[in-house]
């Protein structure tokens, strides 16, 4: 059973930057490939970023480009958002995404539907 855990959430003000975490466990990391999604009060779910599981491709939604940066560390099973120049926009529920890939496709997917696996999410508020 694949969990996904979120971290590193929390209040921060406008202009200042937080690091999420997603630590990943029950399947082979590498064989995931990884995604961010949010979802603020009231809004659908956003695609925010994600990631190929070789880390050779990223891809960003247009409102995050420039100012948020996925990553992943293999060895720790584990993903990461880093996120500047916060807007108050940005305050949202956090989730981390995982879906099995084959070997030979190191792509991105930017579709919630193709996730099978979600974390429970870390809350982000940005106060203006």
């Known amino acids: 059973q694949v969990q996904l855990v979120e971290s590193g959430g929390g209040l921060v003000q406008a202009g200042g930057s937080l690091r999420l975490s997603c630590a990943v466990s029950g399947r082979t990391f590498s064989s995931l490939a990884m995604g961010w999604f949010r979802q603020a009060p009231g809004k659908e779910r956003e695609f925010v970023a994600a990631?190929?599981?070789?880390?050779?491709?990223?891809y960003y939604g247009d409102s995050v480009k420039g100012r948020f940066t996925i990553s992943r560390d293999n060895a720790k099973s584990t993903v990461y958002l880093q996120m500047a120049s916060l807007k108050s926009e940005d305050t949202a529920v956090y989730h981390c995404?995982?879906?099995?890939?084959?070997?030979?496709?190191?792509?991105?997917?930017?579709?919630?539907?193709?996730?099978?696996?979600w974390g429970q999410g870390t809350q982000v508020t940005v106060s203006s």
């Open positions: 990631i190929s599981r070789n880390g050779g491709s990223t």
């Open positions: 995404a995982a879906r099995a890939t084959p070997p030979f496709y190191d792509g991105v997917y930017y579709s919630s539907r193709s996730y099978a696996y």
